[in-house]
């Protein structure tokens, strides 16, 4: 194989056979090995952005070429990046507790100082469908929808009558006019479009989570990614060899993929 680096990646397509899985193919993204990948997600087109643990932030294209890439030590790590707009993503850095816009370069456009609106203890966020916010304020209990000038749109009351412990949710997503709060010990709670609490789905002990129509891909442990279908009420889990570390996942056009320390594993659904 050819030595990869983080300019000129190269991609080696095997066949293997998965865990509870029909065969698929997959492919490896290797990166410099002075990367070590802190969050990844996939936009629609199927770009990859990737945060290191040098608080640099990456694009690739689906061919795993290089777009772009940046260094923010202004702002320290990044916890999340929202790509569900390509043209805009949303880029949380929870330490700072700020929200900062990047244009499909990684360009800043702007930043939300969630603090300077009295939102002062936010585990999560993501984008809405207008552009707007999706916040957990841990503080007071609730997912609430704000604008960028962060003014309160939708909030959904305190949420300790349909959790039966503590709630401190990890990642919020939006899809099928459905937001998706994800807790490792309290499952995935499922809210409307107006963030009226709408049921739970009792998958316990993630700590990555994406979402595509009716199916929910999670990180169950470093060795295994779990695919729940809400519809069917059935379930894939995938096996990690034993020697990787899983750092994050993501739904992709026409499969999955997920992290490991310097690279990326990208499974093609046949």
């Not at 194989?1 to 997959?26: E, G, H, V």
């Not at 990859?48 to 030590?73: M, P």
């Not at 739904?251 to 690279?263: I, M, S, V």
């Amino acid at each position: 194989m050819l030595k990869l680096t983080t300019d000129n990646l190269n991609w080696r397509i095997i066949l293997i056979s998965l865990i509870s899985l029909p065969l698929w193919a997959l492919a490896d993204i290797s990166l410099d090995s002075n990367i070590v990948i802190n969050c990844m997600t996939v936009d629609a087109k199927g770009n990859y952005y990737i945060a290191d643990q040098k608080n640099t932030l990456y694009k690739y294209d689906k061919s795993g070429n290089l777009i772009t890439r940046v260094n923010s030590k202004l702002y320290g790590t990044v916890y999340s990046i929202d790509c569900s707009n390509p043209f805009e993503l949303y880029v949380h850095y929870k330490d700072q507790n700020k929200v900062v816009f990047l244009d499909n370069m990684l360009n800043q456009r702007g930043e939300l100082d969630l603090s300077s609106f009295g939102y002062g203890n936010i585990s999560a966020i993501a984008r809405t469908f207008d552009n707007q916010l999706w916040l957990f304020n841990a503080t007071e209990f609730e997912l609430m929808k704000v604008s960028k000038a962060g003014e309160i749109l939708s909030r959904s009351g305190q949420l300790s009558a349909f959790v039966s412990s503590g709630l401190s949710p990890y990642s919020i997503k939006e899809s099928g006019n459905q937001v998706y709060l994800a807790d490792s010990s309290a499952g995935i709670l499922i809210f409307d479009m107006f963030a009226t609490y709408s049921k739970t789905v009792a998958l316990y002990g993630s700590t990555a989570f994406d979402v595509n129509g009716n199916q929910l891909l999670l990180q169950k442990s470093n060795h295994s990614v779990f695919i729940y279908n809400m519809r069917s009420f059935t379930s894939n889990t995938i096996a990690i060899p034993s020697d990787h570390k899983l750092r994050d996942l993501a739904f992709k056009p026409e499969g999955l993929a997920y992290a490991l320390n310097h690279q990326i594993i990208e499974i093609q659904f046949r």
